[in-house]
């Protein structure tokens, strides 16, 4: 068997902790907050939506798997479908994920893989042309 190198995969184990994830989401959330393109999108209480996400983060990077456990197959660009995702939105996301990852020095070590796991994954949730 190929094994194929997964350098998201390989993130929790050097972080070696859950919180700095949470961090990472928290600060994520409170640009949303702030957001006129993004805050619409979400919930009013954003409580479930930053677990969810830190849990699909700590799974991703190869943490405990416990987003699965709850929600199944991640399925991301299909659970993404009923909200209108075009180049903007994409950007939104990506410009507060930014700010986030900068406010959490736990992660600066994997500030590059992050950055182009973020990058390619937000564009492949677009679902809206322009
Ligand atoms: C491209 C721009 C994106 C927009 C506008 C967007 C927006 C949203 C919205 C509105 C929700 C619903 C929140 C809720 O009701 O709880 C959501 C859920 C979620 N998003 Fe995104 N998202 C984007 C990209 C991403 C990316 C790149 C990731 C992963 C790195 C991601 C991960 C998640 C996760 C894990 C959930 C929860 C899914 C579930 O289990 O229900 N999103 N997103």
Partial sequence: MVEIFDPIGAIYKEVGDEKPFFDLVDEFYKGVENDLILRPMYPEDLTDAKRKLALFMIQ???????????????????????????????????????????????????????????ESFSTFMINKQP
Avoid: C
């Fill in 60 to 118: 991703r990077t190869g943490g405990r798997t416990t987003y699965s456990d709850e929600r199944g197959h991640p399925r991301m660009r299909q659970r993404h479908m009923p909200f209108s995702i075009g180049l903007n939105e994409r950007n939104a996301w990506m410009k507060n994920m930014m700010a986030a990852l900068d406010k959490v020095p736990e992660l600066a070590p994997h500030k590059e893989t992050l950055t182009e796991f973020f």
